[in-house]
């Protein structure tokens, strides 16, 4: 590579490649009117030359034709196309590729009513206008070139899709072109275009580096962070305040890019000692067979006998007046002037390390001049050479560190691997990706080859039986895997049992996990950040920081928790041989997770228990359990249905004010039904639902742990009686008694005063949260036994015509405000408030009031979040650690804090 050339580059991004037309497919499914008029579509939708192509036979348009964006429907268009680009380098090809799962308009009734309430409903409008899907990471060796192209082939990624029509209707391949940048680009065109029948269509690596680059920095949370004395540490940049920054590729060579904005960018400098330099030399000098395997062996070097340090020179001592300390290396190589010996006398191991060192130094030293020259302080290190090693990072960062005395700072990125590949795919005319930002995108870490650990093994895992094979086999293979997948015990089910993790252990090779933390990013267009944070900015979900010593403790708690998980999952799909068989899967994948994240608590970004939590529910839909407490959530939802009347009766005899009590009290006990606390389950092994609820309400006695209750009091009461709030958003937390007991007479509080209440729950099952789907037919049953829920219900839409036969108790109740259920985009016991439902995002719009039940909700998660309006953090604290750890309490205590803004 060119060393020290500053010629300019000119701009070329963002016009490349010819029209990709398949975001026109992000249109199905979406609302169409009932009204639809319909038109022939196909002869405006001109087929591109470029890929994926779309099947437009059936083409019509559907919703009124005013509407500026019709939706239009392609009905034999293959539900997941795919974009994909390539990075060909010299020793790895990178493919990043987008695969979308067109979601068929699953808007049931409780939805569409829910929007036409929330002024949603826009007529068969797009509601949103980037596409949805799933952007995929994977990296092959360039030399098992074949095994690339064999899971490009299998996945039919070329094609658009593996049912794509677009190749059974006979589409020839041989218009088809596929991004790519890096030599081999060149270098392979031919094999491509013969195993394929491809064209690989040739990106710039310069302009794709930088398109990569700056797309993770805009849209991915934790994407930089710092690598000094070992610790990683995750820099959340500010969108206003990115550029200029300075990119330092390091291939083979070295280019160092001033990075201005969005296509503005220039090649200041570069150096031809780099990747290539450390290879080369390590090769001649240790013999060994491959970069990874000279990377690995500096793992156990010790520079100290090949370089000169300071030491050295000054008799083992710092030379303190310029700032060096005893260890630092002074001339690289320099100690081996002065001995008598032989290449084979040092350690291949001393020889690496020596060497990448040197030049890791030599970089880090070269960059920072270069951003001294530009008043630079921010520099951004990717490519190839750094691939996640702690050492390389922690030695660029010295020399940045060291020479700018602090004032710059060297950043790594996650995706460092792929920033060339994401350019490539950027280049598409129309990727859909450019209106997206951090809030719109989930990082799932689905299991699986390649992906594991961060080693390449081979095409990724296709189908969940291929997956669970692949699990078995790994779990056979013991110690030699590169995923830390525990050992199990054999037992009764399907893979041969699992056991609990029970350390980081020795099965963890460190580097070779470390080397690729990048999962599947899912981009949800859906997703919003919730209107009522107070400042998003600094907004920060989680109450506890998950360190090394905190994840310890949860490690312990997951691991213990999980066979009686498994037990659930595998008794709520029928306990049949293929449930234990997945149950089996989801252990070890699970376990997998965790001993990797024991490991290296930021392997996956900055990781908090909301992500922890979340990590296992994903874990185990990734196997396919779709509710694993799906009979426990019944069952308590009848039971508890069959006791409010009882309560509701007893709630109507009291005055406001011990009424008022009585509800909040009642939310706080009904808490204590929570299947994700050890504390708990232990005690429903002792009890019925009815004997816990009674002895828990018995035990409530104030001042709880944190008790505002006498402020909401008066404010509901007193101060503002003749105000009362004009929306409110409850954020349920479980099924049965918390909800039926505890908050379903909360919001009949809140509604008899005048007050909307929406109801806002997960979209998908987590423990035995109660869901948005299941919440309507809930209060349909409430509501036999109530008139105020059920006219709120009724004018809410929730249910649509009046029951017969129900007590009519209150029939002088004014014209009821509605009750409405919003889901809130999340499927966890916890809750980030960066990332929430469109449908949530435009409830809070007129929300005064929030009410956050339970645990995950309220102490997990936005214990210190602040609102924009009043807000109410209800919870019992079931487990004892967090009870002290928080407010030197104990175990069942119980929080209700208020926090008005006045
Ligand atoms: C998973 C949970 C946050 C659910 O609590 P909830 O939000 O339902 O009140 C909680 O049960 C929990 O933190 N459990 C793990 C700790 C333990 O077993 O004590
Ligand atoms: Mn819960």
Not at 628 to 653: C, F, G, H, T, W
Not at 764 to 775: Q, W
């Amino acid at each position: 590579m060119a060393a020290n050339n500053s010629d300019p580059i000119p701009d070329q991004l963002g016009e490349g490649g010819a029209g990709v037309k398949h975001e026109t497919g992000e249109e199905v499914g979406e609302e169409t009117s009932s009204s639809a008029a319909q038109a022939t579509a196909t002869t405006m939708l001109p087929r591109s030359s470029s890929r994926p192509q779309l099947d437009l036979s059936g083409a019509a348009i559907h919703g009124t034709l005013e509407d500026r964006n019709p939706t239009i429907l392609l009905p034999n268009q293959s539900d997941d196309i795919s974009h994909l680009a390539l990075d060909i380098g010299g020793s790895l090809i990178k493919l990043v590729y987008f695969s979308r799962h067109a979601e068929l308009s699953t808007e049931d009734k409780r939805k569409i009513s829910t929007k036409r309430k929330l002024g949603m409903f826009n007529g068969g409008r797009r509601s949103y206008p980037i596409l949805g899907g799933r952007l995929h990471f994977v990296k092959f060796e360039t030399g098992k070139l074949n095994e690339c192209l064999d899971f490009i082939s299998s996945k039919q990624l070329h094609r658009g899709g593996i049912d794509s029509p677009s190749w059974r209707s006979g589409a020839q391949p041989d218009d088809i072109v596929i991004k790519a940048t890096g030599g081999g680009a060149y270098k392979y065109a031919d094999v491509f275009k013969e195993r394929l029948g491809v064209s690989l269509e040739k990106e710039d690596e310069m302009d794709c580096l930088v398109a990569g680059a700056n797309f993770l920095l805009k849209a991915i949370r934790h994407e930089a962070f710092t690598h000094m004395d070992g610790q990683k540490r995750y820099v959340q940049i500010d969108q206003n305040d990115l550029f200029p920054f300075l990119l330092v590729n390091i291939g083979s060579g070295v280019s160092i890019i001033k990075v201005d904005g969005h296509g503005e960018f220039q090649r200041v400098s570069g150096t031809n000692v780099g990747g290539g330099t450390y290879w080369g030399l390590g090769k001649l000098m240790t013999k060994c067979k491959s970069f990874d395997e000279l990377l690995e062996l500096s793992q156990r070097g010790d520079n100290s006998t090949m370089d000169m340090l300071i030491g050295d020179i000054y008799g083992g001592l710092d030379y303190s007046k310029i700032g060096l300390s005893a260890s630092t290396i002074a001339s690289s190589f320099g100690k081996i002037i002065s001995e008598n010996k032989e290449l084979s006398d040092y350690r291949p191991e001393d020889i690496s390390l020596s060497l990448l060192r040197m030049i890791s130094y030599n970089i880090g030293q070269i960059s920072y001049l270069n951003a001294l020259r530009y008043g630079l302080k921010r520099i951004f290190f990717g490519g190839f050479f750094i691939r996640g090693h702690a050492y390389t990072m922690d030695t660029i960062s010295f020399a940045v560190h060291f020479w700018s005395k602090g004032e710059a700072q060297a950043m790594f990125l996650r995706h460092e691997g792929f920033l060339g590949a994401l350019g490539a795919f950027m280049s598409y005319e129309k990727h859909g990706l450019d209106d997206l930002r951090a809030h719109h995108l989930v990082e799932r870490f689905p299991m699986g080859a390649p992906y594991v650990g961060g080693k390449i093994h081979g095409p990724p895992l296709g189908d969940l039986n291929e997956k669970i094979s692949w699990m078995e086999k790994f779990v056979q293979k013991g110690t030699q895997i590169t995923a830390p997948v525990p050992m199990g015990v054999p037992a009764t089910t399907g893979m041969g049992g699992f056991e609990r993790p029970t350390s980081k252990g020795d099965i963890l090779r460190s580097d070779a996990s470390a080397a690729l933390n990048v999962g599947v990013l899912h981009l949800v267009p859906t997703l919003d950040v919730f209107p009522l944070l107070e400042d998003p900015k600094t907004y920060e979900p989680n109450t506890i920081d998950l360190d090394q010593d905190e994840f310890k403790y949860w490690f312990k708690i997951l691991s213990d928790h999980l066979p009686d998980l498994v037990d659930k999952a595998v008794a709520s799909e029928g306990g049949t041989d293929d449930a234990k068989r997945r149950g089996d899967a989801f252990a070890h994948a699970f376990s997998a997770h965790l001993a990797r994240l024991m490991e290296e608590p930021a392997a996956y970004g900055k990781f908090g228990l909301v992500n922890l939590l979340e990590l296992r529910e994903e874990c185990l839909r990734e196997f396919q359990f779709v509710d694993a407490y799906i009979s426990i959530k019944q069952r308590e939802n009848e039971a508890s249905l069959a006791v409010l009347p009882d309560l509701l009766m007893e709630l109507d005899s009291m005055n406001e004010e011990a009424r008022l009590l009585a509800l909040i009290e009642g939310v706080l006990a009904a808490n204590i039904f929570d299947w994700g606390s050890r504390a708990c389950v232990e005690l429903y092994h002792k009890g019925t639902i009815i004997e816990i609820y009674r002895m828990s309400r018995k035990k409530m006695q104030r001042p709880w742990r944190i008790d505002d209750f006498d402020m909401f009091k008066k404010r509901m009461l007193t101060d503002r009686k003749d105000q009362p709030y004009k929306r409110a958003l409850l954020f349920v937390d479980n099924s049965g008694a918390d909800v039926v007991l505890g908050m379903l007479p909360l919001a009949r509080e809140l509604l008899r005063r005048g007050t909307e209440v929406v109801l806002v729950a997960n979209s998908l099952p987590a423990l035995n949260d109660v869901t948005a789907n299941e919440l309507p037919e809930i209060i349909a049953e409430a509501s036999k036994h109530c008139s105020i829920l059920r006219k709120a219900a009724e004018a809410g839409g929730l249910i649509v015509d009046a029951m017969a036969g129900i007590q009519d108790d209150l029939k002088d109740e004014p014209v009821s405000v509605p009750l409405m259920v919003v889901e809130n985009g999340c499927g966890s016991p916890c809750i980030d408030f960066r990332q929430v439902s469109s449908e949530l995002a435009a409830a809070a719009k007129d929300a005064d009031l929030l009410i956050l039940e339970g645990m995950g909700r309220s102490l997990h998660t936005n214990l210190n979040a602040h609102f924009k309006c009043d807000a109410l953090k209800l919870a019992m604290v079931k487990n004892k650690r967090l009870a002290e750890k928080l407010f030197n309490g104990n175990i069942y205590d119980c929080i209700c804090k208020f926090e008005p803004v006045f």
